[in-house]
């Protein structure tokens, strides 16, 4: 399977196969599409994990500071794992994930 390239680069979705631009202030972590992520990092960044599954949004929450906080769910290993939503995630699908009405699937491969 193809890792998500890190340390900012652009990459394509593993899960939509959108192409995700660079993102400017800090190290990209999921698409800004679909939301999906890969379980690589331990800590973030650090690429220590083994499991390399597909990581699904499951709830966001809301941080005063730090913005929308994105709760991930393995669907390899079943981990939770949370990550900082970035500024230029597209809005419609935090919201859907927030209303619990997010499907992966209607996401994958742009049917
Ligand atoms: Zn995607
Ligand atoms: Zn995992």
């Known amino acids: 399977m193809k890792q998500f390239e890190k340390n900012d680069n652009s990459f394509v979705c593993v899960w939509c196969k959108k192409r995700v631009p660079e993102l400017k202030y800090s190290s990209r972590d999921h698409c800004t599409h679909c939301l999906a992520s890969l379980h690589i990092d331990v800590n973030p960044g650090d690429r220590a994990n083994e499991c390399c599954g597909i990581l699904f949004p499951i709830d ?21 794992h949370n990550n900082k939503s970035a500024q230029d995630d597209e809005f419609s699908t935090i919201l859907k994930v927030m209303n619990k009405t997010y499907s992966p699937l209607d996401y994958k491969n742009e049917k």
């Open 60 to 80: 966001v929450t809301i941080s005063g500071k730090k913005g929308y906080i994105i709760q991930y769910k393995c669907s390899k290993c079943g981990k939770l």
